[in-house]
């Protein structure tokens, strides 16, 4: 039975796809009957779908089978809006995730918010403990000193 279908090419991380007609045992790289089209998703202009549609017409009419990514490139081909309508979606996507984007910043700016008026009670509390700290510092300082001069009045007598 024979296949339309794609086989594919180009480097690494660049695909680029031939348009083929293929015995359905044949390997997907392998030897084609008819190489009638290729397929680059990379490009955005009217080169990216180029078949040749009569030969695609004969050999269907021949009996052979056409996989269903064919199928949708012969739908986007035929389509002479294709182009357009690709980009309004494509525009659209790209709103919709500057927007969710912007909320999240939002959404971590209001916290952030929060946590600073929070952390500044904190801060003053810790001020108002550190006075009290200064002032049982300065009190053992004065402990040792009246310690010291008992020791030395023992130690004279």
Not at 54 to 62: C, G, I, M, T
Not at 138 to 145: D, H, V
């Given at each position: 039975m024979v296949r339309v279908r794609l086989s594919r090419g180009g480097g690494k991380k660049r695909p680029y796809y031939h348009i083929v007609v293929v015995d359905q045992k044949a390997k997907r790289d392998g030897k084609c009957i008819e190489r009638i089209g290729s397929?680059?998703?990379?490009l955005e202009s009217e080169k990216r779908i180029s078949?040749?549609?009569?030969?695609?017409?004969?050999?269907?009419?021949?009996?052979?089978?056409m996989s269903d990514r064919v199928?949708?490139?012969?739908k986007y081909?035929?389509?002479p809006n294709n182009l357009e309508k690709r980009q309004k979606i494509k525009s659209a996507l790209l709103?919709?995730?500057?927007?969710k984007k912007l909320k999240d910043k939002e959404a971590e700016a209001a916290p952030a918010e929060e946590t600073t008026a929070e952390a500044a009670p904190a801060e003053e509390t810790t001020a108002e403990a550190a006075p009290a700290e200064e002032t049982?510092?300065?009190?053992?300082?004065?402990?040792?000193?009246?310690?010291?001069?008992e020791t030395s009045e023992k130690n004279k007598t």
């Open positions: 397929y680059d998703p990379s078949l040749k549609h009569d030969r695609l017409e004969h050999w269907v009419n021949l009996g052979a089978q199928r949708l490139l012969q081909s035929l389509d709103d919709k995730i500057k927007h049982t510092a300065e009190a053992a300082p004065a402990e040792e000193t009246t310690a010291e001069a």
